[in-house]
Structure formats: C-alpha cells, structure tokens
C-alpha cells in the first residue's frame, strides 16, 4: 500500500481534498452534500471557512450509512 497515496487513513480530521479523494467526487457534489444536509458538519480550525476539517470517523460513517441504504435498495 501506497502511504503517500493513502496519508489520510492515518488521519483523524480530513481536509476537503482528502475527502473528495476518498469519496471519489467532484467538489460540486460535495457542495451539494453539505449543503443538502447528508453529509457530516465540518469542524473550523482557526474560525474560518478556508481551514474546515471533517472528523474521519464521521465521514467513514457517512460512507457506512451510504453503502447500507445502497444494499438495502438492492434487496428490494
């Protein structure tokens, strides 16, 4: 495994790049998340909205909550 490529498994706030490199997204989409509500609130460092860090183990429960509503469609 790749460690450069995979820096933010390590991490425990994850920037707006990191997770659009996790979630495989454009940032379009990601502004449409967060302003829909569905993803999780970001976290700002020094007050501002340029330095917004997202809590890792919120994200890998939004991917959770994601991939359970995904198999329970596939049930169906």
Do not use: H
Request: aromatic fraction near 10%; charged fraction near 30%; avoid cysteine.
């Amino acid at each position: 495994m790749n460690d450069t490529k995979n820096s933010w498994a390590t991490k425990k706030l994850l920037s707006i790049a990191e997770i659009l490199e996790i979630l495989q997204i454009k940032r379009t989409t990601f502004y449409y998340l967060r302003k829909s509500g569905a993803f999780p609130a970001a976290i700002s460092i020094t007050g501002s909205q340029r330095n917004q860090r997202w809590r890792k183990e919120d994200v890998e429960e939004f991917i959770e909550a994601k991939r359970n509503l995904a198999a329970m469609q596939n049930n169906m």
